[in-house]
DNA sequence: AATACGGGGTA
DNA sequence: TACCCAGTATT
């Protein structure tokens, strides 16, 4: 058995790096080492593919070119600016985080590690990466990508994901830093994962660190690293209604389980049961002090999370009388029509609107 | 240790 | 359809 050179020796970064400089991506947050650009990619780039982010971040970009715009504006305005990308907790945090850095970032972003964990939605892997990036402090990632790359590598046969995996990640992940070009070397291994150490079909032929590979030389890459448990689907009907007062759109919707489940408290018994929809919309509406006439629109929606597949029922109902909470995403409680009525709407709530109005319907959610 | 949190891309 | 994606916070 020949002996094989292992990802912790200088060869690697080398090796790694080179094909870095030849193939990276073009991407926008890497136009320079700005830390502000880099961690609001970083951010947008949680669970959140490439192609995705890019014209979301070019646009938030030019709506909040330095950490001091963002932490200007108001919350609202972030958030309607987040509109699309999903996990708004993220927009939220960056928000609260951008206001608590803004007052120490007059010569440009800190660079103290210690600052920067305690901002929220500033996990282990943002502080390594933007710091890495920034500041090219040798700080260490594991994301999906070398979860994947670090898997292989070693041929990690249990499972990374759970509680001994992640610590031999991270413990990997900080082993097999260079030290230069940290930041560099982060990206690479990521890069890596995106274009060639792929979940199906490694294109290991191409790989410039083939020959680091234990996976490789034992040819297990299809099963390393091992799949995850199957996620069971659960389907799931909600009722929503939409209040027209005042010339406005209101959506008004009931949340799907768990918690918010116990902050609205309308009986889950009623989908399982034969009661209509319409009457499970009306008792919606009464349990909510609202007095509203129901013109019986039907619309039928598919709003996609992680564990459930929701079925959305939506009327369309005049608001004649009666004060009422709206829930939305986060546990949000809105307790004012201008509060509601500026709060950005999901994908499918959007899909609702336009077809409202496709239908000669006035909606002016956002007029 | 599990679960919540979105929406888009892809075979 | 089912899985994947530059994770973090909460329970």
Same mark, same amino acid.
Request: aromatic content about 8%; some cysteine.
């Given at each position: 058995?020949?002996?094989?050179s +292992? !990802?912790?020796?200088p060869?690697?970064a080398t090796?790694?790096?080179?094909w870095?400089?030849?193939?990276? @991506?073009i991407l926008?947050?890497?136009d320079? @080492?700005?830390a502000y650009?880099i961690? =609001?990619?970083?951010v947008?780039?949680q ?5 995705t =982010?890019?014209p979301h971040?070019?646009r938030f970009?030019?709506? #909040?070119p ?13 958030l309607?600016e987040w509109e699309?990308?999903?996990y708004?907790?993220?927009a939220?945090?960056?928000h609260? /985080?951008?206001?608590?850095? &803004? ?7 800190p660079s103290? !590690?210690?600052t920067?964990?305690?901002?929220p ?5 943002i502080?390594? /990466?933007v710091?890495?990036?920034a #500041?090219?402090?040798r700080l260490?990632i594991?994301e ?9 590598? #070693? ?5 990374p994901?759970?509680t001994t995996g992640k610590?031999w990640l991270?413990?990997t992940?900080?082993?097999?830093l %260079?030290?230069?070009r940290i930041?560099?070397?982060n990206q &690479?291994?990521m890069?890596l994962?995106?274009?060639?150490? +792929? !979940?199906? &079909? ?11 590979c234990?996976?490789?030389h034992l040819?297990?890459?299809a099963?390393? %690293?091992m799949?995850?448990?199957a ?6 009907r $909600?009722? /929503?209604?939409?209040l027209?007062?005042?010339g406005r759109m209101l959506l008004v919707q009931?949340?799907k389980t768990g @918690?918010w ?7 889950r018994?009623?989908? +399982?049961?034969d $009661?209509s929809?319409?009457? &499970?919309a009306g008792r919606l509406l009464t349990?909510?002090g609202?007095?509203a ?5 039907f619309h039928?929606? @598919?709003?996609g999370v992680t564990?459930?597949?929701i079925?959305?029922?939506a009327?369309?109902?005049?608001h004649?009388?009666g004060e009422f ?9 809105? +307790?004012?029509?201008?509060e509601? /009525?500026?709060?950005p709407?999901?994908v499918?709530?959007?899909?609702l609107i336009?077809?409202?109005r496709s239908?000669?319907r006035?909606?002016?959610?956002f007029?």
């Amino acid at each position: 058995m020949d002996l094989m050179s +292992t !990802p912790d020796a200088p060869e690697f970064a080398t090796a790694l790096l080179a094909w870095f400089d030849a193939h990276q @991506r073009i991407l926008p947050w890497r136009d320079n @080492r700005d830390a502000y650009r880099i961690w =609001v990619s970083e951010v947008m780039l949680q669970q959140t593919q490439v192609k995705t =982010v890019i014209p979301h971040f070019e646009r938030f970009l030019r709506r #909040f070119p330095t950490i001091h715009d963002l932490s200007a504006a108001d919350e609202q305005t972030v958030l309607r600016e987040w509109e699309g990308l999903g996990y708004y907790r993220r927009a939220k945090h960056l928000h609260q /985080a951008a206001k608590q850095l &803004a007052p120490l970032s007059t010569n440009g972003l800190p660079s103290d !590690p210690k600052t920067w964990e305690e901002l929220p939605g500033v996990g282990r892997y943002i502080l390594g /990466a933007v710091l890495s990036q920034a #500041f090219d402090l040798r700080l260490p990632i594991v994301e999906a990508n070398t979860i994947r790359v670090l898997s292989r590598l #070693f041929a990690y046969r249990d499972d990374p994901r759970d509680t001994t995996g992640k610590k031999w990640l991270w413990q990997t992940a900080e082993r097999i830093l %260079p030290t230069a070009r940290i930041g560099d070397f982060n990206q &690479a291994l990521m890069e890596l994962g995106a274009l060639v150490c +792929t !979940p199906d &079909a490694p294109a290991c032929s191409k790989c410039p660190v083939a020959s680091f590979c234990a996976a490789n030389h034992l040819g297990e890459q299809a099963s390393i %690293p091992m799949a995850p448990t199957a996620t069971v689907i659960e389907s799931v009907r $909600e009722v /929503a209604v939409i209040l027209r007062r005042a010339g406005r759109m209101l959506l008004v919707q009931r949340p799907k389980t768990g @918690r918010w489940a116990d902050m609205w408290e309308f009986p889950r018994t009623v989908l +399982t049961t034969d $009661e209509s929809n319409d009457q &499970a919309a009306g008792r919606l509406l009464t349990e909510q002090g609202i007095t509203a006439k129901l013109d019986c629109q039907f619309h039928e929606l @598919r709003h996609g999370v992680t564990r459930y597949r929701i079925q959305l029922a939506a009327w369309l109902a005049d608001h004649e009388a009666g004060e009422f909470a709206a829930i939305g995403y986060q546990n949000q409680v809105w +307790t004012s029509l201008e509060e509601l /009525a500026n709060y950005p709407v999901s994908v499918p709530q959007r899909q609702l609107i336009q077809r409202l109005r496709s239908d000669g319907r006035s909606v002016s959610l956002f007029d």
